[in-house]
């Protein structure tokens, strides 16, 4: 399993949070912020954007995920998301996320002490669905 060190976990969190801060969140009030790290160091992140038709939000996880695939990255060494409370991603954004790893190291950043929990995907989507599991054609 991958494993952060405590500078990039650091630098992960102070992402999440600083793109928390741009969430567009008018129905919940419940903002989030996510930033993933790729191979190279970069850090994509990315914020929720709810939507009046409830089922047309998208998570911050997708979000930051979606920016990532489109600047061309499809292998990630870790992702901070970060809440109040420092909530895991929802059951969606976690097989999302699995798409591109289960063995992503996941910090998730309670905004209101700051505290930090480290894990993996793999704990917080046990049983996943993957390619793996999709019948080959022919």
Known sequence: MSKLSDRRIEQLALAAVDVCGRAYAPYSKFEVGAAILMQDGQVIAGCNVENASYGL???AERVAAAAAVSAGYREWRGVAIA??????????CRQFL??????????????I???RHVCHLSELLPSSFGAGDL???G
């Open 98 to 111: 699995a798409e591109f790893g289960l063995h992503t190291p996941v910090v998730l950043v309670n905004l």
């Open 57 to 59: 939000s998208i998570c």
């Open 135 to 137: 019948p080959r054609p």
């Open 83 to 92: 809440s109040v409370g420092g909530v895991p991603p929802c059951g969606a």
């Open 113 to 115: 002490d700051g505290a």
